[in-house]
């Protein structure tokens, strides 16, 4: 009978959720974000170095830079105060699209 990774106590057959390759309890089967622990469906979340995160946690902490602010990057062109220079800042901006035509 296989134990489960988080609690290695064994999973029954009535109680398996299996997942990343190992057999889990249902309330085992959890984000690994320490914020977040949102209880995971089989194939339905993903997994960084055998540890399943929810979408989402994924998405922020290993995804590009920006995923889930719900907005677009935009440039915006500064002058440097003392030399003059000119730098880009990269803003995250939100708008909603709500009755909006495409």
């Known amino acids: 009978m296989p134990n489960c990774p988080r609690c290695q106590k064994p999973v029954y057959f009535a109680e ?3 997942s990343i390759g190992f057999d889990w309890h249902r309330p085992c089967l959890r984000c690994e974000n320490e914020a ?3 209880t995971l469906a089989a194939g339905s979340h993903s997994e960084r170095e055998g540890k399943p995160y929810c979408n989402r946690c ?5 995804g590009p830079r920006g995923y889930g602010h719900g907005g677009v990057e935009s440039h915006t062109f500064h002058q440097g105060q003392t030399t ?3 730098r880009n800042e990269y803003l995250s901006l939100s708008a909603s699209l709500t009755g909006v035509r495409f």
């Open 58 to 62: 994924y998405g922020a902490m290993f």
């Open 16 to 18: 398996r959720v299996t």
């Open 36 to 38: 977040c622990k949102k």
């Open 84 to 86: 003059g220079q000119h």
